[in-house]
């Protein structure tokens, strides 16, 4: 960037590529030609777009205050339109047989409002939920109606768990349960004798392939979830003896959240198809082939393998796993599955923005340091000032390192009382003019010294922002995780300053100083100067996925039970204070569900199915109780 440029040559195509926005915004989000960020409501069709400085003004009128998050649910819908069809294309173009079934992972955003439109946007492609809880499940029917789409049961099922899905099946649902450690087996089958209602079976399996990227720690042989293959045998074996090798009709793997690189992809598909085939060959009736989640999200645009980025499209994921799985069935005569995949992250994503203001800035400018020093300065900041006077690109590094050893020495003198806090202050002017200086010089040069690699963060000016890193990115704090942040107007204007984020938890953690860039991480962000008495605001975007709940909800498992001890002096003890933990409607609630609405739902599904004539009157009166139980359970494993 020229910063001499003349304010006048700024132009919104300069911001464009500066904040990247065409290369991260997947046709969703451009810059206006009033320079403002524009979000379109379908993917590369600007037709109808919005300023979201528009929706902020309206969102004011209203009466509502920054920070505030955005749901756009045009893309939610374009996102599962996209997916689909995307699988739709790929499998029609090669002649494969089978069909695609998405279903969407609630664990990825459980909020209410989320589950119940991917639900209604997913239904026109018969698209499911997947669930890993059993609060998740009891959410999942209150929402599912289209008796086509999946109902896929991951996790560790306790009695509740399944005696919900196996009424879920009586009342006509294409649920499974997921097997994902041996033990899993006998439970199921005792209560499907119990309540007389046939389980579907699939088995998750656990690969050899792994796949690079911060999230990937569930895929591969080290992974806990999942079945070996010799587990996987004696599964078989198991069912076979007890006449039940006929309710095995799904393979499930899940290699982890965003995988950057489509071969990662390519050969775990190549690997679990060998697997279904085999299973077809021992017997099992089979038919859904799950290949879990991981396609990624081009967090940062640069269309490579980096883990907040992807080295494929959505297009080139779906007819790569659509070619892997035919060549492997047309090869052992297998009849094509349907395929499944769990993508959450893909679909919800784009889908949220959060707006925030900024409150504060403080600027980093140079001090006045005199050319002379006073008599009777200090010999270390005298040496302090020598660094400064004879800094050139030539001996950046040394400088830097004789300019902290004086700053350590003179920081040592206070505290033994021998300079005062007037001369401590004036020499750590000294110091980060120094270390301003640095900072310009080490632009110019190609190849940096490691030790001044974020020397620019140091000297940034810092935006004190109207949001919290904690609460609405988590991931940014957690995993270091990179969203794309840029002002939403103004973009026809030169960014002069050189910014890091703070938020107002005044928490040392709660800062972003790693932001986005093509073709590394950039430590600042540039951002426009402030002007008196004006508005800035900035928007964090593609937080979507895995943002709006902390981890401590995650699979909405919520707080324990929790016992207070005293020990007396001869050694006994005393339980003093129980309290109960959070019941399955509670954590519902947290997500905006409403227990007694989620009743009634459910209910209309049961009447649905008397009328189908899938089961009888006492059927259903036993089944609410169930429903009901489970919203008023413990939201962990219950013996
Ligand atoms: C988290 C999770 C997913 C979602 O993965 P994405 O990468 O967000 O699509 C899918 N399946 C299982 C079993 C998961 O645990």
Redesign the pocket.
């Known amino acids: 960037m020229n910063k001499t440029e003349p304010l006048g040559r700024w132009t919104k195509e300069k911001s464009e590529e500066l904040y990247g926005i065409k290369n991260w915004g997947a046709g969703y989000f451009t810059v206006s030609d009033q320079g403002e960020v524009l979000v379109s409501p379908q993917k590369d069709n600007a037709t109808g777009a919005v300023s979201l400085m528009d929706v902020i003004s309206g969102v004011k009128e209203r009466g509502l205050d920054m920070p505030v998050l955005l749901r756009f649910e045009n893309l939610l819908d374009s996102q599962i339109s996209f997916l689909n069809n995307s699988f739709r294309k790929a499998m029609k173009k090669l002649g494969y047989k089978g069909e695609y079934r998405g279903v969407y992972?609630i664990?990825?955003n459980q909020q209410q409002q989320v589950v119940e439109e991917v639900t209604k946007f997913g239904q026109r492609y018969h698209h499911g939920l997947?669930v890993?809880s059993k609060p998740e499940l009891v959410a999942a029917l209150s929402h599912m109606q289209d008796k086509e789409a999946c109902l896929i049961c991951?996790g560790y099922k306790d009695e509740e768990f399944i005696d919900l899905g196996l009424y879920a099946i009586k009342m006509g649902f294409k649920c499974f349960f997921v097997i994902e450690m041996p033990g899993e087996l006998d439970l199921i089958i005792e209560r499907s004798k119990v309540l007389g209602v046939k389980p579907n079976i699939g088995i998750r399996i656990k690969l050899s392939a792994k796949a690079g990227g911060h999230?990937t720690e569930?895929g591969g042989d080290r992974s806990i979830f999942g079945l070996r293959v010799s587990q996987l045998i004696e599964m078989v074996d198991s069912l076979r003896d007890r006449d039940m090798l006929d309710c095995l009709k799904l393979l499930h793997y899940?290699l982890?959240?965003?995988i950057p690189n489509i071969r990662d992809i390519r050969s775990a598909v190549q690997e679990a198809t060998r697997v279904y085939s085999e299973l077809v060959a021992e017997g099992a009736p089979m038919g859904y082939l799950d290949l879990?989640?991981?396609?990624?999200v081009d967090y940062d645009g640069s269309s490579t393998n980096y883990t907040n980025s992807r080295n494929y499209t959505v297009e080139e994921y779906c007819s790569d796993i659509v070619e892997a799985v035919m060549t492997t069935m047309d090869s052992t005569n297998t009849p094509h599955p349907i395929i499944i995949t769990?993508?959450?992250?893909?679909i919800v994503a784009y889908y949220s923005v959060l707006l925030f203001d900024v409150l504060d800035v403080e600027k980093f400018e140079l001090y006045l340091i005199p050319e002379i020093l006073p008599e009777g300065t200090a010999e270390q900041v005298r040496n302090l000032h020598d660094v400064l006077k004879n800094i050139s690109h030539k001996n950046i590094q040394e400088c830097y390192n004789d300019a902290l050893y004086y700053r350590d020495e003179i920081r040592d003198m206070f505290k033994h009382g021998r300079i005062s806090l007037r001369e401590r202050s004036f020499a750590e002017k000294i110091f980060w003019n120094i270390i301003h200086h640095i900072a310009k010089l080490k632009e110019k040069l190609k190849h940096s010294p490691p030790d001044l690699e974020d020397i620019e963060s140091a000297i940034a000016d810092i935006y004190y922002c109207n949001f919290s890193v904690f609460q609405s990115i988590p991931d940014s704090w957690a995993i270091d995780q990179l969203f794309p942040i840029m002002p939403l107007h103004r973009l026809l204007e030169l960014p002069k300053r050189n910014a890091v984020i703070a938020d107002i938890t005044c928490d040392c953690d709660g800062k972003i100083d790693k932001f986005i860039d093509l073709h590394d991480v950039r430590n600042t962000l540039p951002l426009h100067e402030m002007r008196n008495g004006d508005d800035y605001y900035l928007g964090i975007f593609l937080v979507g996925?895995?943002q709006e709940t902390l981890g401590d909800l995650h699979n909405l498992f919520g707080d324990t039970n929790v016992v207070s001890v005293r020990i007396d002096e001869d050694g006994h003890y005393d339980l003093v204070r129980e309290i109960h933990g959070d019941s399955v409607a509670d954590v519902l609630t947290y997500v905006e569900y409403d227990p007694k609405v989620m009743l009634t739902r459910f209910r209309e599904t049961a009447e649905e199915a008397i009328r189908e004539g899938r089961i009888t009157v006492a059927d259903r009166r036993e089944i609410l109780s169930a429903y009901d139980n489970g919203l008023r359970g413990y939201t962990y494993y219950e013996q």
Not at 292 to 296: F, K, N, R, S, T
């Open positions: 992972p664990k990825v997947e890993g991951n999230w569930s899940h982890g959240s965003q879990g989640g991981g396609l990624a769990e993508s959450g992250r893909a996925a895995y």
